[in-house]
C-alpha cells in the first residue's frame, strides 16, 4: 500500500464491540489456539495439508459449516504465526522475493495445489481445483514485497536484512492466504468450485522506470485457465480491533492524484526586494492557499488530503528566488469532487501568483494511482460471510474509504471483487502502531479470525454462484 504517513505517537486500543460475536484467543506459547464461547481447541497437521482435529463430511448447514470452518482456522492460526514471523525476519524488497516467494510455493505445493512460480518474475500463483463439479473460480490476492525501512519491532522475528522490513503487514497477508489455502485445501472435495491463489511482488512505489507487479503478473497471464469470476484481497491495520474486518461497496481506498508545480518569480538582491519577485514568499501563500482550499472549498462530509511532499528554491541567503518547484499528492473520498480538483486548485494557484507578478507551471496526473473499487455484489457475500464466522459486531461498515492507493486496483480493474480490511489492534500497544511505522506488529487475534472470514467468503461465493 501508498501512504504519506509519518511515526506516529501510540494509539489507544480501538474499543471492542459489543454483544454477541465470536472472540479470538491466542495463548501464550501458541500451542494451542481457543476460540470461545465454543471452547474449541485443536492443533494443526502440517505433513498431510489436511487439518487435525476435524473430520470433514459433506457440505452442511450454515451453522454447522460457520462451526467447522472457525474451528479448520483456529486449528492453523499456529502455523499462519510461524509463516509470519519467518517472511517478517526475512524481508525482500520489489522484484527481489525470491525466498518469499520459493516459500509459498513449497506452501502451496504440501497442500497438493497446482503452483506455477516466476509469474510476473517473482509472482506465484496457485490452484486448488474442487470437486463439487462448478467450473466458477474465486481468486485471493496477498503482496509480497517489504519496504526499505529498518525494523525496529524489537522481537524475536525481526528482520535480519539491514535497512528493509515488513511494515505495512504484507508478511501477515501472505501467512493468513497461506492459512485460508490450507483449510480449504483441506475441503477441496466438497469446494463447489475453484480457488486460485495470487501472491504478488512489488506491491509498493513503483519507479517510473518500471511497472507494478500485478501488471507484471497479469502480463504474464495470472488471469487466465482458469479466469477468476470475483477476487478477494484483505488489508492489515490496527485502526481496528483484531478479530474484526471493515468493508464498504464502492470505493475502498482514495487512490491519489500527483501533481508537480514550478512557481516564477523574479530574482533580485535583498536590499532592494521591491526590484524582485520572490518565489518562496509566492510559495509560501500558495501552500497555504492549498490548505485553506480544502477546509473551505470542499464538502467536509468528503475525506480529503492534499499534501505538499518536496519544496526546493533559492541559490543563497540574500537572493530572492527566482523559482520555487514543489510536489505534491491529493487524495478525495469522492470521485465526482475529484474530477473537479484540477482545474479548482489550478484557479487557487493562478490567483495567488496573479497577485504577486508570478508565473506558473502545473502538470496535474488525475488518477496517478485509481481508486480501488469494490463491486457490491461481492462485498454482499463477504459481509455476510464474515458474520457468519466472525459474528455482526466484528464486521464493520467503513464511511469512507481510506486515503491511500494500493495496486490491487489492477486486479479489480479487471474481475469484480472486494478489498476489505483486516483489525491487527489487541491489548498489547506494540500492535497500535500505525502501518509503515518501524515498529508495526500485528495481534495474534487476527490470524484466525483472516482465515475464517476468507474460506468461508471463498464457499459462500462459489456456492452462490453455483445457484445462480
Not at 164 to 190: E, I, Q
Not at 306 to 315: E, Q, V
Not at 435 to 445: C, L
Amino acid at each position: 500500500m501508498y501512504v504519506d504517513s509519518k511515526a506516529s505517537k501510540e494509539m489507544t486500543p480501538p474499543p471492542r464491540g459489543k454483544g454477541p460475536h465470536r472472540r479470538w484467543a491466542v495463548n501464550a506459547s501458541m500451542a494451542d489456539v481457543v476460540q470461545r464461547p465454543h471452547r474449541l481447541a485443536v492443533s494443526a497437521s502440517m505433513a498431510d495439508g489436511k487439518v487435525r482435529g476435524y473430520e470433514p463430511n459433506a457440505m452442511m448447514t450454515t451453522p454447522d459449516l460457520a462451526t467447522e470452518i472457525t474451528a479448520a482456522a483456529n486449528a492453523v492460526a499456529s502455523r499462519v504465526k510461524e509463516i509470519r514471523e519467518d517472511i517478517h525476519a526475512h524481508p525482500e524488497l520489489r522484484y527481489q522475493e525470491h525466498r518469499t516467494a520459493a516459500l509459498v510455493a513449497e506452501e502451496l505445493r504440501s497442500l497438493g495445489i497446482e503452483v506455477a512460480e516466476g509469474i510476473g518474475q517473482t509472482g506465484v500463483v496457485g490452484v486448488l481445483r474442487g470437486g463439487a463439479g462448478s467450473d466458477r473460480t474465486v481468486g485471493f490476492r496477498a503482496e509480497m514485497d517489504a519496504l526499505p525501512t529498518q525494523d525496529l519491532c524489537g522481537h524475536p522475528w525481526q528482520s535480519i536484512n539491514p535497512g528493509v522490513g515488513h511494515h505495512c503487514g504484507h508478511d501477515g497477508h501472505v501467512a493468513a492466504l497461506l492459512g485460508t489455502a490450507r483449510v480449504l485445501a483441506g475441503m477441496r472435495d466438497r469446494l463447489p468450485g475453484n480457488i486460485k491463489f495470487l501472491f504478488e511482488p512489488a506491491e509498493e512505489a513503483t519507479p517510473d522506470d518500471e511497472i507494478a507487479g500485478s501488471t507484471a503478473m497479469i502480463n504474464d497471464g495470472a488471469l487466465d485457465d482458469p479466469r477468476p469470476d470475483a477476487i478477494f484481497a484483505c488489508h492489515f491495520y490496527p485502526e481496528w480491533p483484531a478479530g474484526s474486518i471493515a468493508l464498504k461497496a464502492g470505493s475502498s481506498f482514495s487512490g491519489n492524484d500527483y501533481f508537480e508545480l514550478t512557481l516564477k518569480g523574479k530574482e533580485s538582491h535583498s536590499a532592494v526586494p521591491w526590484k524582485g519577485i520572490d518565489a518562496i514568499v509566492v510559495a509560501a501563500q500558495v501552500i497555504s492557499a492549498l490548505q485553506s482550499f480544502t477546509a473551505r472549498q470542499l464538502d467536509i462530509e468528503e475525506a480529503a488530503s492534499l499534501t505538499i511532499g518536496t519544496i526546493s528554491g533559492g541559490r543563497a541567503s540574500n537572493i530572492l528566488a527566482d523559482s520555487v518547484e514543489m510536489t505534491g499528492t491529493v487524495r478525495i473520498s469522492s470521485e465526482e469532487i475529484r474530477n473537479d480538483l484540477p482545474a479548482m486548485i489550478e484557479r487557487t494557484i493562478k490567483g495567488v501568483c496573479e497577485s504577486f507578478g508570478a508565473e506558473y507551471d502545473l502538470s496535474y496526473y488525475s488518477r496517478h494511482l485509481p481508486a480501488v473499487i469494490c463491486a457490491p455484489d461481492e462485498v454482499d457475500v463477504v459481509r455476510s460471510a464474515a458474520i457468519e464466522v466472525l459474528g455482526r459486531d466484528q464486521v464493520i461498515e467503513m464511511r469512507h474509504p481510506r486515503l491511500a492507493a494500493d495496486t490491487v486496483h489492477e486486479w479489480l480493474d479487471r474481475v469484480p471483487g472486494v478489498f476489505f480490511m483486516v483489525g491487527t489492534a489487541g491489548e498489547s500497544t506494540d500492535t497500535h502502531y500505525p502501518s509503515h511505522h518501524q515498529r508495526f506488529n500485528i495481534a495474534n487475534e487476527t490470524w484466525p479470525a483472516v482465515v475464517a472470514a476468507q474460506s468461508m467468503s471463498a464457499i459462500r461465493y462459489l456456492q452462490q454462484a453455483r445457484s445462480e
